[in-house]
């Protein structure tokens, strides 16, 4: 029971992180209230105080939870798999629509990056993003020393390969939400791991 218990937690936790991002990327942070978030995911606003303290805490735990997924899915693939493979299929794992947003209609992808960006710019979410992408990167670099015998606490390698992959997935995500390129994260994502993992050969 407490297996089940836990498992609605998170499933909870999930969903009002996405409700909070999706809200915030339709109509800007200042004007979403904790009440909008609870109510579209059907909680009262006290439930959602009980998983988060701010509106940025919501909306970087859903990062946080992609990152923390890839580093699991990284330690749980196949062992012979290459170790770049290996990243690059976890990484587009996490661009899959997990179960929390079948309830929300997807944006036009220009709207919804549009709004991104504007959802990104927010000072108020900078120092919780910063926060998430090291406790990610921190779990990552464990990923990785188990699946290369390193250790991460006195090799370079882990640790550096971690930080390389949080970059590609940084510098991919501007790219997208500025809409240079027209290409979604899909395409971005696996382009700027194979850049690094080839040793960022002069173009």
């Known amino acids: 029971m407490s297996g089940l218990r836990e498992r609605k937690?998170?499933?909870t936790r999930a969903a009002l992180s996405w409700a909070a991002v999706r809200l915030t990327v339709e109509r800007g942070l200042s004007a979403v209230k904790v009440e909008d978030i609870a109510a579209a995911v059907g909680v009262s606003p006290r439930t959602?105080?009980?998983?988060?303290?701010?509106?940025?805490e919501a909306?970087?735990?859903?990062?946080?939870?992609?990152?923390?997924?890839?580093?699991?899915?990284?330690?749980?693939?196949?062992?012979g798999?290459?170790?770049?493979?290996?990243?690059?299929?976890?990484?587009?794992?996490?661009?899959?629509?997990g179960p929390e947003v079948e309830h929300m209609p997807p944006q036009e992808p220009d709207e919804w990056a549009a709004g991104l960006r504007?959802?990104?710019?927010?000072?108020?979410?900078?120092?919780?993003?910063?926060?998430?992408?090291k406790i990610a990167e921190k779990e990552l670099a464990a990923a990785i020393a188990d699946r290369t015998g390193t250790d991460p606490g006195s090799d370079?390698?882990?640790?550096l390969v971690a930080a390389?992959?949080?970059?590609?997935?940084?510098?991919?995500?501007?790219?997208?939400?500025?809409?240079g390129t027209g290409e979604p994260m899909e395409v971005l994502l696996p382009r700027a791991l194979r850049?690094?993992?080839t040793g960022l050969p002069t173009p």
């Open 48 to 56: 959602y105080n009980n998983y988060f303290s701010s509106k940025a």
């Open 59 to 79: 909306i970087a735990f859903r990062y946080l939870e992609r990152s923390l997924r890839l580093a699991a899915e990284l330690r749980h693939g196949p062992p």
């Open 195 to 197: 850049m690094v993992a």
């Open 9 to 11: 937690k998170e499933a």
């Open 81 to 97: 798999e290459p170790l770049w493979e290996a990243i690059t299929r976890a990484a587009l794992r996490q661009l899959e629509p």
């Open 118 to 133: 504007v959802m990104l710019a927010e000072p108020a979410l900078e120092a919780e993003m910063l926060r998430a992408s």
């Open 164 to 179: 390389s992959v949080m970059a590609a997935n940084n510098v991919a995500l501007e790219l997208f939400v500025q809409g």
């Open 156 to 159: 370079l390698y882990p640790r």
